[in-house]
Structures are given as C-alpha cells and as structure tokens.
C-alpha cells in the first residue's frame, strides 16, 4: 500500500501561534490527489483541500496555506495566527487519479490551541 | 440533497450478532466507499465500490460484506460482530471531479 505519513502524533501551541502540519505520502501513480480533512471533537470529516498532483502551485485560504511539493512527496498544511477553534484531529489523504478505490489516510495530527 | 447519509447513529451489539450498517446518497455519485475509524489509526478502508454491481476488498476487509444493488445504496454487514470491530465508520462518496463526500458515522460498540 502507498503510505501516508503524518510524523506529527500531536501538536500544542498558544493561540495566535503558527503552526504547520506536515505530510508525506508515498506512490507510484503519475496522477493522483491529496486532500487535508479536519476533524473537530464532534466527529464530523470536514473537507479542507484538494490538490491534484498536476498542480504545484502553493495555496492560500484565510488563515489556512498549503505547500506541495512533488520533489519531496510532501503537502505540509499552515494554520496562521491559530485560533481555540483550530483544535482539531487533522488528516492528510491521497487517492489515485481515478478516485474509484478509496482514499488512504495519514494516522491523523491532533492539534491542541490552548487559550 | 441530502448528501451523504448513515444509519444508524450509535450502535451496541453483543458478540455474535449481525447487523447491517446503511448508507446512501443521492448524487447520483458511481463511486462509494466504507471506512473504519480506531485512536491513533486514522482512517482505514473496508471495501469500495465503482459502480452498482461492483465491489472490491480495501485494507481491513476481513468480517465484512457489501453489496450495491443501486447507484445509490452502499449497505455494509457485520455477520458476526466481534469486539475488534468496535469503531467509528463512515461511508463515503466520490464524484467524477474526485471530490470526496462523507457521512455523519456511526459509532458502534461490540460488547
């Protein structure tokens, strides 16, 4: 199986903090995507981004950036200037070009803001 | 639309038991997908379907049966549920785009 690895089990940082999520994801297909969920302590998956592997190009929404890079296999999430509300389990995913066999998660990123 | 929707919410079963985990959507979407959800795994992939009549085993099958009879229903059974399984699951959607539509869950406990 093509691995995704999020290193980071858990982060803890004061609000108004930044904080970067990273990571790393192995595969061998030429297409395919990457996503960030977030999970708050309701357990509903809220959908964050979508990358397709095509596009490089960084990305920036409110608070929230993300860096792809292909050279390293890594598509690193930052939150500026972190909020109460940040806090969250966070997953980074990927899929295949055709998206029709599932997506394969990180184990997740737990993200503490403390006030 | 309603989306993407899972019943039931919460779920306790005793060992042995079978039950029937349902989902549905109404995107009219070809591709459907199950996950389970345990601390500190993620999420992991039970079976995945491409298109009504067509299933196939993801990471975690073992203990688990689908089937798709329509585009829109994705039923996933437990025909004996074991304390292993207790865990959170979602169903999920695919659109063409690849965009990936999630349930609600449900929280099942295998006593």
């Known amino acids: 199986a093509q691995k995704v690895t999020q290193a980071q089990t858990e982060i803890s940082v004061v609000e108004k903090e930044d904080v970067t999520l990273d990571c790393v994801y192995e595969t061998r297909d030429t297409t395919y995507y990457l996503f960030w969920y977030k999970q708050p302590p309701s357990g509903e998956l809220v959908f964050l981004i979508r990358r397709n592997s095509f596009d490089e190009q960084n990305e920036i929404s409110g608070r929230y950036s993300w860096n792809f890079q292909k050279s390293t296999s890594s598509f690193n999430f930052t939150i500026t200037a972190s909020q109460v509300v940040d806090s969250a389990v966070y997953f980074c995913?990927?899929?295949?070009?055709?998206?029709?066999?599932?997506?394969?998660f990180g184990k997740g990123t737990h993200l503490i803001i403390q006030p | 639309n309603a989306g993407v929707t899972q019943t039931p919410k919460f779920q306790v079963l005793k060992t042995g038991q079978s039950m029937t985990l349902q989902c549905a959507q109404d995107?009219?979407?070809?591709?459907m997908s199950w996950y389970r959800q345990d601390p500190g795994m993620g999420l992991r992939l039970i079976h995945y379907s491409v298109g009504a009549g067509i299933t196939d085993q993801g990471e975690v099958p073992n203990g688990y049966n689908v089937s798709r009879s329509t585009t829109e229903d994705f039923p996933l059974r437990l025909l004996s549920a074991a304390p292993s399984q207790t865990s959170v699951y979602f169903c999920?959607?695919?659109?063409?785009?690849?965009?990936?539509?999630f349930g609600p869950g449900t929280r099942l406990t295998v006593l």
């Open positions: 999920a959607s695919t659109s063409r785009g690849n965009e990936q539509f």
């Open positions: 995913a990927r899929n295949s070009g055709g998206g029709a066999d599932g997506l394969t």
């Open positions: 995107m009219n979407h070809e591709y």
